[in-house]
């Protein structure tokens, strides 16, 4: 079994860790490596590896937006993201974009190479915790509408272009990301989400992401 391996992260330190960590592993190839989620779609078509292994957070397109991105074209793609976050919302968003594991930064290399075996087997992995009942749980929690959602009946306190930014990060966004969709300076979308959170009562984003995720599946159901 040999596994040709695509690592992408936008910081090139962390990427030849990667590479680093991962050459005394006979069965395991890192064939190329990309610098941003552009650069990984461009890889993958030219490279084909059998594995990604891809930051969700990186300078321009994310990680999962470009796994999202290669998945309508190939829907064999086998992703595993990395992130020093491993919140539900994230996991949400890795499952969502089609990757099958997410693990972090801080990952040991016993764990990492079992991690690539196991997606690259087709399994899903997202630490030991997660079985497939859990992440079957997870799915269907976030893929619902949730009770502030059926109490405002759809109707936000929000302006039009909040709204906007809210549902781009339902669907995964990051702030420069939504900044170049709307058109707009990546400091103004920062303030249209702090507004978005005191007008929600929200404290921290995953909190908005999540709100975000349920609102958009609530427009799509209604």
Not at 115 to 130: D, H, L, M, R, T
Not at 149 to 159: F, Q, S
Not at 194 to 200: A, F, R, T
Request: net charge negative.
């Amino acid at each position: 079994m040999n596994i040709k391996l695509l690592v992408a992260d936008d910081h090139a330190l962390f990427r030849s860790g990667i590479i680093s960590m991962l050459e005394d592993i006979n069965d395991i190839f890192v064939v190329g490596q990309a610098k941003n989620g552009e650069e990984l779609i461009e890889q993958y078509f030219c490279l084909k590896p059998d594995v990604v292994l891809a930051d969700i957070s990186m300078e321009g397109m994310s990680g999962p937006r470009a796994v999202a991105k290669i998945k309508e074209r190939d829907e064999n793609i086998k992703a595993l993201f990395l992130s020093m976050h491993q919140g539900e919302e994230y996991i949400f968003h890795c499952l969502k974009s089609g990757g099958l594991g997410l693990i972090s930064k801080d990952i040991m290399q016993g764990e990492m190479v079992f991690a690539i075996k196991s997606i690259f087997n087709g399994n899903k992995y997202f630490g030991a915790s997660w079985t497939e009942e859990a992440l079957d749980a997870l799915v269907n929690k976030y893929s619902h509408p949730f009770g502030p959602i059926d109490i405002i009946g759809g109707n936000l306190p929000l302006t039009k272009t909040e709204m906007e930014v809210l549902l781009q990060l339902g669907l995964g966004y990051t702030s420069k990301e939504i900044s170049d969709i709307l058109g707009l300076a990546k400091r103004t979308v920062d303030t249209h989400r702090s507004n978005i959170m005191q007008k929600l009562g929200f404290t921290k984003l995953p909190e908005v992401i999540k709100f975000a995720i349920m609102f958009e599946h609530n427009k799509k159901i209604g």
